[in-house]
T-cell receptor, first 113, second 115 residues
Framework: DQQVKQNSPSLSVQEGRISILNCDYTNSMFDYFLWYKKYPAEGPTFLISISSIKDKNEDGRFTVFLNKSAKHLSLHIVPSQPGDSAVYFCAASQRSNDYKLSFGAGTTVTVRA | DAGVTQSPTHLIKTRGQQVTLRCSPISGHKSVSWYQQVLGQGPQFIFQYYEKEERGRGNFPDRFSARQFPNYSSELNVNALLLGDSALYLC??????????????FGDGTRLSIL
């Protein structure tokens, strides 16, 4: 049962513009949400996280928004740069489930020059 | 400092065989987690080990087992390999028990192909 879903397999954006990646979840008991970035032939790299008690977290060009009522979160990248071209995974964890991370299937972002 | 290292990088096995994958965490990290990533999907949690004890297990059959050594390195063992076990196996480490809100540092993975 896929509890974390990324319904857009790919996203193409022009350099300098905003990239918006979306993630939906079904488990209202998730405590933390994380975004990871993955380049080919490398392991995922942590980008940013947000607690379920917050609705926004910002780190440089990356901002994550959480809408608990809609069970939806999004990652904004502003401005997008060529080095941002990668696969982005949304993940979530639940304290009462030993914090096991559940990942979405990923969104491939391509930043065009 | 070295990151998380995994060996081997690639591995080819046949159905029914057994395989052992190895992971060395970042120095000072005491928690190691294992994930399976099938092509086109996100990583799926297999195990977390902290201080040499299993602290979490995902929805995988008993053919999958793991252990953590006194130096915090870890091995993942898979017995009676099936074609469906073909995947990228990722190891991740964190300083303490991973509680969902801090970064895990991933290795580059072991690509396992079953023929």
């Amino acid at each position: 049962d896929q509890q974390v879903k990324q319904n857009s397999p790919s996203l193409s954006v022009q350099e300098g513009r905003i990239s918006i990646l979306n993630c939906d979840y079904t488990n209202s008991m998730f405590d933390y949400f994380l975004w990871y970035k993955k380049y080919p032939a490398e392991g995922p790299t942590f980008l940013i996280s947000i607690s379920s008690i917050k609705d926004k977290n910002e780190d440089g060009r990356f901002t994550v928004f959480l809408n608990k009522s809609a069970k939806h979160l999004s990652l904004h990248i502003v401005p997008s740069q060529p080095g941002d071209s990668a696969v982005y995974f949304c993940a979530a964890s639940q304290r009462s489930n030993d914090y096991k991370l559940s990942f979405g299937a990923g969104t491939t972002v391509t930043v065009r020059a | 400092d070295a990151g998380v290292t995994q060996s081997p990088t690639h591995l080819i096995k046949t159905r029914g065989q057994q395989v052992t994958l190895r992971c060395s965490p970042i120095s000072g990290h005491k928690s190691v987690s294992w994930y399976q990533q099938v092509l086109g999907q996100g990583p799926q949690f297999i195990f977390q080990y902290y201080e040499k004890e299993e602290r979490g297990r995902g929805n995988f059959p008993d053919r999958f087992s793991a252990r953590q050594f006194p130096n915090y390195s870890s091995e993942l063992n898979v017995n009676a390999l099936l074609l469906g076990d073909s995947a990228l196996y990722l190891c991740a480490s964190s300083f303490g028990f991973f509680m969902g809100n801090q970064p895990q540092h991933f290795g580059d993975g072991t690509r396992l192909s079953i023929l």
